[in-house]
């Protein structure tokens, strides 16, 4: 009797083995998972241009710049997910400037590509944005009253933001990212120390940076 049943618990063992062997397989097999919360955090480093003859003048005394990204979304599934984002630059590179940055504020829709046997996954975003930009100071050829005046110049509008790169994921829950955005915000409001300015030209701001960042998925253990 206490052979069958030694033979007995060893089948059984040996069964619980093979079950259970295809489950911990396929959880080593998982190399990135882009579902469920998420945050992440960004370094980048960009360029602005305009098509404003009245821009132009601060643009080309100072285009380059860095800044950061803050963002957290939700994966639906391993193709699409929804993101807030923060973005910040400072183009004030020279040190002349009190202030010259620009903020945006947005939420955006990100397909991915890969399945999650890749540790490397593309993808391809779209964002919308409030974007607010703090030049000061600035001189300015007043044409009303004929002087030359200085002061702090606010812009405020909305940017399309159009981007891609790809994770690469070190565990399945944790990733560094590659990540190039190109941003078009058309006809900004401008304000001279806060009186409104217009103009007959599109008072337009293009942005075009590359960044750098990681990425933590919330509750993953594989």
Known sequence: MKT?????????????VV?????????QDIQSDVSGFYANFN????????????????RDYDPNGWGLQLSTGYGFNQRMEVFLQLSYSDYNMSGDWNSYNHTQVGAGFRYNFGATLSKI?????VQLNAAYMNVDRIF??????GLRVEGELEMSGISL???GGFRYFFQPWFAATLH????YGGDYELEFEGFPMQFEQEQDVT?????????WYFGKRF
């Open 4 to 16: 069958s049943a030694n033979i007995f618990l060893s089948a059984c063992i040996a069964v619980a």
């Open 19 to 27: 079950l259970v062997s295809p489950i911990k397989n396929l959880a």
């Open 43 to 58: 370094l980048h480093y960009g360029q602005w241009s305009t098509s404003s003859d009245f821009l132009q003048g601060i």
């Open 121 to 125: 996954r593309p993808f391809l975003d």
């Open 140 to 145: 300015y050829e007043h044409a009303a009253i």
């Open 161 to 163: 933001v159009g981007g």
């Open 180 to 183: 190039a955005r190109f941003h």
């Open 207 to 215: 942005v075009f940076d590359v960044g750098i960042g990681i990425t």
